[in-house]
């Protein structure tokens, strides 16, 4: 079945509310925003804006080089983890 | 003259008007709406054909702009109207609208940014990435100050009658600070559990909410704080000393008005003493409310948060004499005696024994003194009051409850949950019923004699008036008659110290609370009748803050201006129309334990999990974006938040305007075959320039997606651009280029990737231009000549192109893709056109401004002495922009010069 995509505003206005399951998800070791995604249950395309939103404000940061197919690892930065 | 030019709008085109003129020596006033001034150039990755830094060439200008003496920088400021004078100068009203945060003292640290907890898309990052409702423009800010987004106040804190910020504590909720939620409540009122369970909860009915599938649940989130604060802290955590004032304040009545006030007298460092006749404090949250709603040791532990601020409470000492208050050395009183009494029904039997008044009943059962085992009740009301007596006295054992209202159901004013509530248990309603006189035997009721009644025809005011039908009256057996009909204030005590209204309420003024006697103040429902404890608790905060400035010899009037500081309240009109979509968000039901005849008082209401509060909190809108949950403040170590700031208007005079408020892009929603906005890996140029920039929004180029680093990226030419069907038939001059730029630069940062351009016709027309081209072709990007007809989604992402394969015979041809980027074109920036309220400023025919002589006075338009600067007036590379803006500079120049001359 076809996705259907909510409203950018209101994804992202999430951020706080997903912040620590991402953090938790984080702390089993770094995880590519699509292995977050199925962790947490939620479409791919939110987790980025939540992910990167987090980075941004420095809470989990990326680490090394990305997966053979194409996906960044993250980890919980140490701010994220305080 | 306040100023030799105005120049209107800093992107690349007006920095570089006010640079030279100010080098020349004029006084250039440079206005910018947004936060910082840079405009568009300052968020680009590189510059072509040089592929120079955009940020390297930008910020040094930003710097001299900034710093220039003969420059004024006023960001954050709209120019709302300019008026020409008689003398050839000009008129400008300026809007400064308040940023919230005093840039003297704000050093950039971020600290708000990252204590705030709103997330809203980000528009210097064109929405890829969130920004915080208080942050900085981006990285390279000029000025690097915070601000605070502010839209107003959010319906809820505005409804508030306590004052207090329920967006800012449900946004708390939502980002897990719980402890942080219950002390903003804390800053405004010391019930945060009595309310929690008992506010009537005017947010909630204000909620923006509510016009979608039903309302945050605002109050059941205040008492999961209180809950788990009140958990954590079974005492009230240390506070800092507060120095005393010197002063002394009675309180007299020690229910929610006036605990509220001595809460907020405490804090200001005055002795505060309450007198309180019962002998118990809490007023009305301890005798009217049951246990069952508000369990007694929740209030006992919101009053202590007013003992611990040093809060005597002289319990059981009724206090009436107000002069002998002030022989005592108080320098302030404050009446908060609220509605003790209830009213009489002036029926036959009502002075006989087992004839009561509901507020009687509670207290009595709250002192323990009264057992129903078996008994028969009749309840005589539709208020609050009555449902609490009758779902108490079902409590008590009562063998039949009834309440009995003379009007239906419908007009019956105790809340609708609350009538349900009786009714599951076991509580027997009588609507269009009343009694008309109590039976007794030996002074003790036996009988009830009651009437049916029926509804008048509506009077003027539209109401019904219930009359008796004749011939209707019925007796039946009650053990207990307890009437519900009204409360009063007892304020006879007071003699005629007080002026009092024939209601037996006391006058005050209604801003400051003060009596008839200056020294006295008074407030909650001995001034209101009977009202709700948020309002009571408001107006304790209110006489708290007129009592302290009285008690400091400021002038009372005038100043509410500074008790009520709040932003307008935003329209609900304008917070939904902010999103495209709504996901449906059920409210989280209302959890009860209700059964037949219960027999404690044990709480009903069950409290929200964790999981619960943090999902309803979730479900809210950032009305006001900014929630007003004052992290800000607690983090900011210069203290430079100041939540208080109101916006300024400015007139000034200047000789000329430069207008450089540059242009806007192409909307590339306005193509739907390309799928922009419903499919994430469609982007346009601004978001892939962003991507490339130093200051990305994320780690490299990725795809919204999924975060995959793409490995086969198509443009799109023409975008919105040299396409009648969406109105705009020009070329925007740079998306040749600027896509050339992009490609180049994604071989360099993802050297494995295609990059594929489809395009309808190459226009490198400038210097290097052609060259760059072809160094775009040599580093491997491929050109494909066809213009897209439709885009597709595929379910992992990659994006189907169909277009037009022009070099291959002009056949239908299809191509997948795993991002796409859509080289949208310009518009004009409408802003500037109604700016001159007695002149016309022409426009072209596509919306540009018109430069009324083009070949020989670049950049003069038609208002003498207005001149247009960089792609205002058409679209342009930054070169060009440039030497447009130098062009407008010299005629500015020239124009002040010219006007001089003529004085």
């Given at each position: 079945?076809k996705?259907?995509?909510r409203d950018?505003?209101?994804?992202?206005?999430?951020?706080?509310?997903?912040?620590e399951k991402i953090?938790a998800?984080?702390?089993?070791g770094?995880?590519?925003?699509p292995e977050?995604?199925?962790?947490l249950g939620?479409?791919?395309?939110e987790v980025m804006f939540?992910m990167?939103g987090m980075r941004k404000y420095g809470h989990l940061?990326?680490?090394g080089?990305?997966?053979?197919?194409?996906y960044?690892?993250?980890?919980?930065?140490?701010?994220?983890e305080? | 003259?306040?100023?030799d030019i105005l120049?209107i709008g800093?992107g690349?085109?007006?920095?570089?008007?006010?640079?030279?003129?100010?080098?020349m020596?004029?006084r250039v006033l440079?206005?910018?709406?947004e936060?910082s001034i840079?405009?568009?150039?300052?968020?680009l990755?590189k510059v072509?054909?040089?592929?120079?830094?955009?940020?390297c060439?930008?910020t040094?200008k930003?710097a001299?702009?900034?710093h220039h003496?003969n420059v004024?920088?006023?960001?954050?400021?709209?120019?709302k109207?300019i008026?020409?004078?008689g003398s050839?100068?000009f008129?400008?009203?300026l809007?400064?609208k308040?940023?919230?945060?005093?840039p003297?003292?704000?050093?950039g640290c971020?600290?708000?940014e990252t204590?705030?907890?709103v997330?809203?898309?980000?528009?210097f990052n064109f929405g890829?990435v969130?920004?915080r409702?208080?942050?900085?423009a981006?990285p390279?800010?000029v000025?690097?100050?915070a601000v605070?987004?502010r839209?107003?106040?959010?319906?809820?804190?505005?409804?508030c009658?306590a004052g207090?910020?329920?967006?800012?504590?449900?946004?708390?909720v939502?980002s897990?600070?719980?402890?942080e939620?219950?002390?903003?409540?804390?800053e405004s009122?010391?019930?945060p559990?009595?309310?929690?369970?008992a506010?009537?909860?005017?947010?909630?009915?204000?909620?923006?909410?509510?016009?979608?599938e039903g309302?945050?649940?605002?109050r059941?989130i205040?008492?999961f704080?209180?809950?788990?604060y009140?958990?954590?802290h079974?005492?009230?955590?240390d506070?800092?000393?507060?120095?005393?004032?010197?002063?002394?304040?009675?309180?007299?009545?020690?229910?929610?008005a006036g605990?509220?006030?001595?809460?907020h007298?405490a804090k200001k460092?005055h002795?505060?003493?309450v007198?309180e006749?019962?002998p118990l404090?809490g007023?009305?949250?301890r005798?009217?409310?049951p246990?069952?709603?508000?369990?007694?040791?929740?209030?006992d532990?919101?009053i202590?948060n007013v003992?611990t601020?040093g809060?005597?409470?002289?319990?059981?000492?009724?206090?009436?004499?107000?002069?002998?208050?002030?022989?005592?050395?108080?320098?302030?009183?404050?009446?908060?005696?609220?509605t003790?009494?209830?009213?009489k029904?002036k029926v036959e039997?009502?002075?006989?024994?087992g004839v009561?008044?509901a507020?009687?009943f509670?207290?009595?059962v709250n002192?323990g003194r009264?057992?129903?085992q078996?008994?028969?009740?009749?309840?005589?009301?539709g208020g609050?009051?009555a449902?609490d007596a009758?779902r108490?006295a079902?409590?008590l054992?009562a063998?039949r409850v009834?309440?009995?209202?003379?009007?239906?159901?419908?007009?019956m004013?105790?809340?609708?949950w609350?009538i349900?509530?009786?009714?599951?248990?076991?509580?027997?309603?009588?609507?269009?019923a009343?009694p008309?006189?109590?039976l007794?035997?030996n002074g003790?009721?036996a009988?009830?004699?009651?009437?049916?009644?029926?509804?008048?025809e509506?009077?003027?005011?539209g109401?019904?008036i219930?009359?008796?039908?004749?011939?209707?009256e019925?007796k039946?057996p009650a053990?207990l008659?307890v009437?519900?009909v009204?409360?009063?204030?007892?304020?006879e005590y007071?003699g005629?110290?007080l002026?009092?209204?024939?209601?037996?309420?006391i006058?005050v003024n209604?801003?400051?609370?003060?009596?008839?006697?200056?020294f006295?103040?008074a407030?909650g429902d001995v001034?209101?009748g009977?009202?709700?404890?948020?309002?009571a608790v408001?107006?304790?905060?209110?006489a708290a803050?007129?009592i302290?400035?009285?008690?400091?010899g400021?002038?009372l009037?005038?100043a509410?201006?500074?008790f009520?500081?709040r932003?307008?309240?935003?329209?609900k009109?304008?917070?939904l129309?902010?999103?495209?979509?709504?996901r449906?968000?059920p409210?989280?039901?209302k959890k009860e334990?209700l059964?037949?005849?219960?027999?404690?008082?044990t709480?009903?209401e069950?409290?929200?999990t964790e999981?619960e509060?943090r999902s309803?909190?979730g479900?809210?809108l950032?009305c006001g974006?900014c929630?007003?949950c004052?992290q800000?403040v607690a983090?900011?170590p210069?203290?430079a938040i100041?939540?208080?700031?109101?916006e300024a208007?400015?007139?000034v005079e200047?000789?000329?305007v430069i207008?450089?408020t540059?242009l806007?892009?192409?909307?590339a929603?306005?193509?739907?075959?390309?799928?922009?906005?419903?499919?994430?890996?469609?982007?346009d140029a601004?978001?892939m320039?962003r991507?490339?920039?130093?200051?990305?929004?994320?780690?490299?180029v990725l795809?919204?997606s999924?975060?995959?680093?793409p490995n086969?990226?198509a443009y799109?030419l023409?975008?919105g651009?040299?396409?009648?069907?969406?109105g705009n038939?020009?070329?925007?001059?740079v998306c040749c280029m600027y896509?050339?730029k992009q490609a180049?630069?994604?071989t360099?940062?993802?050297?494995?990737?295609?990059v594929?351009?489809?395009y309808i016709d190459?226009?490198?027309?400038?210097?290097?231009?052609?060259?760059?081209?072809e160094q775009?072709?040599g580093?491997?990007?491929y050109?494909v000549k066809g213009?897209?007809?439709w885009i597709?989604e595929?379910e992992?992402g990659?994006?189907?192109?169909?277009?037009?394969d022009i070099e291959?015979g002009g056949k239908?041809s299809?191509?997948?893709?795993?991002l796409?980027?859509l080289?949208v074109?310009f518009?004009p920036?409408p802003?500037?056109r109604?700016?001159?309220?007695?002149?016309e400023?022409?426009v072209?025919?596509?919306?540009y401004?018109?430069e009324?002589?083009e070949d020989?006075n670049?950049?003069?338009?038609s208002?003498?002495?207005?001149?247009?600067a960089g792609s205002?007036?058409?679209?342009?590379d930054i070169?060009?922009?440039?030497?447009?803006a130098?062009a407008?500079?010299?005629q500015?120049?020239?124009?002040v010069?010219?006007?001089?001359?003529?004085k």
């Amino acid at each position: 079945m076809k996705k259907v995509s909510r409203d950018r505003r209101e994804v992202i206005r999430e951020e706080m509310l997903r912040r620590e399951k991402i953090l938790a998800a984080l702390r089993e070791g770094p995880r590519t925003v699509p292995e977050v995604a199925a962790a947490l249950g939620f479409p791919a395309g939110e987790v980025m804006f939540w992910m990167m939103g987090m980075r941004k404000y420095g809470h989990l940061e990326e680490t090394g080089e990305p997966t053979e197919e194409g996906y960044y690892r993250y980890q919980a930065s140490v701010k994220g983890e305080s | 003259m306040n100023y030799d030019i105005l120049v209107i709008g800093s992107g690349i085109g007006g920095m570089e008007a006010a640079l030279k003129l100010g080098d020349m020596g004029y006084r250039v006033l440079l206005v910018e709406k947004e936060p910082s001034i840079g405009g568009k150039m300052i968020l680009l990755s590189k510059v072509f054909p040089t592929l120079d830094c955009a940020s390297c060439i930008s910020t040094p200008k930003m710097a001299a702009a900034a710093h220039h003496p003969n420059v004024q920088v006023m960001v954050y400021t709209e120019v709302k109207e300019i008026k020409k004078n008689g003398s050839g100068t000009f008129q400008a009203r300026l809007r400064k609208k308040p940023t919230f945060v005093d840039p003297a003292l704000c050093t950039g640290c971020q600290q708000c940014e990252t204590a705030c907890t709103v997330a809203v898309p980000d528009q210097f990052n064109f929405g890829l990435v969130a920004r915080r409702a208080a942050y900085i423009a981006f990285p390279q800010a000029v000025p690097k100050k915070a601000v605070i987004e502010r839209a107003g106040t959010s319906p809820c804190s505005f409804a508030c009658p306590a004052g207090i910020r329920a967006h800012g504590y449900v946004s708390l909720v939502r980002s897990g600070k719980y402890e942080e939620a219950c002390r903003l409540i804390l800053e405004s009122a010391p019930f945060p559990g009595s309310l929690g369970r008992a506010c009537y909860a005017r947010c909630e009915q204000e909620c923006t909410r509510a016009g979608l599938e039903g309302p945050v649940a605002i109050r059941q989130i205040k008492r999961f704080v209180a809950d788990y604060y009140y958990g954590a802290h079974p005492e009230p955590e240390d506070a800092p000393p507060i120095a005393p004032s010197g002063k002394k304040v009675a309180v007299i009545g020690a229910g929610p008005a006036g605990l509220s006030a001595a809460f907020h007298l405490a804090k200001k460092g005055h002795a505060v003493e309450v007198f309180e006749a019962a002998p118990l404090p809490g007023g009305m949250l301890r005798y009217a409310i049951p246990a069952y709603r508000i369990p007694r040791e929740v209030l006992d532990r919101d009053i202590k948060n007013v003992t611990t601020l040093g809060v005597k409470i002289n319990q059981g000492k009724r206090v009436t004499d107000l002069a002998g208050l002030k022989d005592k050395g108080f320098d302030a009183v404050f009446i908060a005696t609220g509605t003790p009494r209830g009213r009489k029904m002036k029926v036959e039997g009502e002075d006989l024994a087992g004839v009561v008044n509901a507020l009687d009943f509670l207290r009595d059962v709250n002192a323990g003194r009264v057992s129903l085992q078996g008994k028969t009740v009749l309840v005589v009301g539709g208020g609050n009051v009555a449902i609490d007596a009758a779902r108490t006295a079902m409590r008590l054992g009562a063998a039949r409850v009834t309440v009995q209202y003379r009007r239906s159901r419908a007009q019956m004013p105790a809340h609708d949950w609350e009538i349900e509530a009786a009714g599951r248990e076991g509580v027997v309603f009588e609507y269009l019923a009343a009694p008309v006189r109590f039976l007794g035997e030996n002074g003790k009721l036996a009988e009830v004699e009651s009437v049916q009644m029926e509804l008048s025809e509506p009077a003027a005011d539209g109401r019904r008036i219930p009359v008796s039908v004749v011939g209707t009256e019925r007796k039946r057996p009650a053990d207990l008659v307890v009437i519900a009909v009204g409360l009063e204030p007892e304020t006879e005590y007071f003699g005629d110290q007080l002026a009092v209204n024939a209601d037996k309420t006391i006058q005050v003024n209604p801003a400051t609370l003060q009596t008839s006697i200056p020294f006295v103040f008074a407030g909650g429902d001995v001034v209101t009748g009977p009202s709700s404890i948020a309002r009571a608790v408001g107006h304790g905060r209110r006489a708290a803050f007129f009592i302290d400035r009285y008690l400091r010899g400021e002038d009372l009037a005038g100043a509410e201006v500074e008790f009520d500081c709040r932003l307008p309240v935003v329209s609900k009109e304008e917070v939904l129309k902010r999103q495209e979509s709504y996901r449906d968000l059920p409210p989280v039901s209302k959890k009860e334990i209700l059964r037949e005849k219960p027999g404690d008082f044990t709480e009903v209401e069950l409290p929200l999990t964790e999981e619960e509060a943090r999902s309803s909190a979730g479900r809210c809108l950032d009305c006001g974006v900014c929630a007003e949950c004052r992290q800000c403040v607690a983090t900011c170590p210069a203290g430079a938040i100041n939540l208080a700031a109101k916006e300024a208007e400015k007139e000034v005079e200047v000789g000329s305007v430069i207008i450089s408020t540059g242009l806007r892009l192409f909307p590339a929603g306005g193509k739907p075959q390309y799928g922009y906005g419903r499919f994430k890996n469609v982007l346009d140029a601004m978001q892939m320039d962003r991507l490339l920039a130093p200051t990305r929004p994320y780690n490299t180029v990725l795809r919204p997606s999924d975060g995959k680093i793409p490995n086969n990226i198509a443009y799109v030419l023409c975008t919105g651009s040299r396409d009648a069907t969406v109105g705009n038939p020009l070329c925007s001059r740079v998306c040749c280029m600027y896509s050339l730029k992009q490609a180049q630069l994604l071989t360099g940062v993802l050297p494995l990737a295609d990059v594929t351009v489809y395009y309808i016709d190459i226009r490198a027309f400038g210097k290097g231009y052609e060259e760059f081209y072809e160094q775009a072709k040599g580093m491997g990007v491929y050109f494909v000549k066809g213009r897209i007809s439709w885009i597709e989604e595929k379910e992992d992402g990659n994006l189907l192109l169909t277009y037009e394969d022009i070099e291959n015979g002009g056949k239908l041809s299809r191509a997948e893709h795993d991002l796409v980027v859509l080289s949208v074109g310009f518009l004009p920036a409408p802003e500037v056109r109604g700016l001159f309220s007695a002149e016309e400023l022409a426009v072209d025919e596509f919306g540009y401004i018109r430069e009324v002589e083009e070949d020989v006075n670049p950049g003069k338009t038609s208002i003498a002495g207005v001149f247009a600067a960089g792609s205002v007036s058409g679209a342009r590379d930054i070169p060009d922009s440039i030497l447009h803006a130098g062009a407008a500079a010299a005629q500015a120049a020239a124009y002040v010069e010219r006007i001089r001359g003529k004085k």
